[in-house]
């Protein structure tokens, strides 16, 4: 739970935080998830964070946040299958969570 006041923010130092850059479009033809490099740019400053709404329910809050913030990177690369394997675990996450299992 991001909210909760176990979790303190650093005052020094650096954080690690995971993007995906945009491009994930498991139902889509490749003219719709590829990107030029500016696009490519802005979506890996995207994320959702986690709000408290007017009626104090927790929501997720697509943002964007300011590429001045971001000190260093670390890029991973794996095999190719395994990001096949996990791409069809997260779509498969997807269709459970809006119940379309079928």
């Known amino acids: 739970d991001p909210l909760s006041k176990k979790y303190v ?3 020094s130092g650096y954080l690690l935080t995971k993007t ?3 491009g994930r479009c498991d139902q889509c033809p490749p ?3 590829i990107e030029n490099h500016k696009i ?3 979506r890996c400053f995207e994320g959702y964070h986690i709000s ?3 009626n104090g329910e927790r929501t ?3 943002d964007s ?3 001045d913030l971001v000190a260093r990177a670390v890029h991973l690369i794996r095999d190719p299958f395994d990001n096949v394997v996990s791409r ?3 779509t498969f996450k997807h269709f459970v969570k809006k119940n379309h299992t079928e």
């Open 9 to 11: 923010r650093p005052n």
């Open 20 to 22: 995906h850059c945009g």
């Open 31 to 33: 003219e719709k998830y």
């Open 40 to 42: 490519f740019s802005q």
């Open 52 to 54: 408290k709404d007017s």
């Open 60 to 62: 997720e809050i697509l």
């Open 65 to 67: 946040y300011n590429k």
């Open 88 to 90: 069809f675990h997260l």
